[in-house]
């Protein structure tokens, strides 16, 4: 494994740790700063708290979606639809 590869590695397996570790407590930093009146500053950040609006849609919605699907495959097929391809780097952590 070459210099850069290895560097990618470590830092990889740090982000997924610090990740881990911030899941672990995002409910009691949500409490927190809820309990404070939704907003706490520091000299490093500012946490407020927010919401975010999602949608559960009708059977009509997912029967137009399950249409779509099947002519986005249709054109796929026919090669009406234009491929594109990119490439990444994956890990798979042992």
Do not use: H, P
């Not at 210099?3 to 672990?24: G, H, N, R, S």
């Amino acid at each position: 494994m070459n210099e850069a590869l290895e560097k990618y590695v470590q830092l990889k397996q740090q982000i997924d740790e610090l990740q881990k570790q911030l899941d672990e407590i995002k409910e009691d930093a949500l409490k927190s700063v809820k309990e404070a009146g939704g907003k706490v500053e520091s000299d490093v950040a500012t946490a407020s708290c927010r919401s975010r609006v999602s949608w559960e849609y009708s059977t009509a919605v997912g029967e137009a979606q399950d249409k779509l699907k099947a002519l986005k495959k249709d054109e796929e097929k026919s090669g009406a639809a234009t491929r594109k391809e990119s490439e990444y780097l994956m890990l798979k952590f042992k």
